[in-house]
């Protein structure tokens, strides 16, 4: 059993073997760093879309809201939250506040929404990033696992031919070691596809909840009302005229 297994591969193999199993190796260590970070990353902006986006909402003032958002990390860059927040302030004080430029043209809605888009999109492409390398890994290291195997038992068999033993012992050996870089490439895949998957569906939900945070901030600085509160602060409107109208 000395003359099998792993160890004897290494030792055995040549620099196409060595190298395949190395490249194996790389991408086993690069798919489980990017799954361990944006696991971590994904865990932190739940932790905010729990937290900050109902503290914002119920906060006094808007700077109260700001201060909300700000303690729960040190930069916009790690917050969309606070960044989706500070963005549609500074596009509303933009707009109303300089000289006139081509974009105050646009409607204040649309200016709004606009810049709003921009930092979701720099969110979503922060979030996103690092998951094509899970991707690529996950479809290509099968293939790579593959190729280690042919190229195995093609000088497996040159060995076998050249040596004239035939006998099932000595075939056995050979070709089982050959699989072994099938088994790795599958080990690499594995986790590489299932992190992408489940990273891709917790980024799925945290972009939904950013839209609606980014919708309810564009209703607040187009109209000075939540979203979800127009409703309600157009029906109390409705309900004063129609006393104003019984009174007179």
């Not at 809605?109 to 810049?115: A, F, K």
């Not at 690529?136 to 042919?150: D, E, K």
């Given at each position: 059993m000395e003359n099998y297994g792993i160890a004897h591969v290494w030792a055995q193999g040549d620099f196409v073997t060595r190298g395949i199993a190395l490249t194996l190796v790389i991408m086993s260590v690069l798919s489980w760093t990017v799954i361990v970070v944006k696991a971590w990353n994904v865990v932190r902006l739940k932790r905010l879309t729990k937290n900050a986006e109902q503290a914002f909402w119920h906060s006094d003032d808007f700077n109260d809201g700001i201060k909300k958002l700000g303690s729960q990390s040190s930069s916009p860059a790690d917050n969309p939250f606070l960044a989706l927040a500070l963005a549609g302030q500074e596009a509303a004080d933009h707009h109303h506040h300089t000289q006139p430029h081509l974009h105050d043209r646009m409607?204040?809605?649309?200016?709004?929404?606009?810049?709003l888009k921009d930092v979701m999109d720099?969110?979503?492409g922060r979030m996103q990033s690092g998951l094509a390398v899970l991707a690529?890994?996950?479809?290509?290291?099968?293939?790579?696992?593959?190729?280690?195997?042919?190229w195995g038992i093609y000088h497996a068999l040159?060995?076998?031919g050249a040596t004239g033993q035939t006998s099932i012992d000595q075939v056995a050996g050979p070709v089982g070691e050959s699989l072994i870089m099938t088994a790795f490439g599958l080990f690499v895949a594995i986790p590489a596809v299932l992190g992408y998957n489940a990273l891709t569906r917790a980024n799925k939900g945290i972009v939904t909840k950013l839209n609606r945070f980014a919708h309810g901030l564009h209703a607040f600085f187009v109209t000075g009302t939540k979203l979800s509160s127009t409703k309600r602060a157009t029906n109390a409107a409705s309900d004063n005229l129609r006393l104003a109208t019984r009174a007179s």
């Open positions: 409607d204040v809605s649309d200016w709004i929404t606009r810049c720099e969110g979503v690529s890994i996950g479809s290509t290291s099968p293939f790579v696992g593959l190729f280690g195997t042919v040159l060995t076998i």
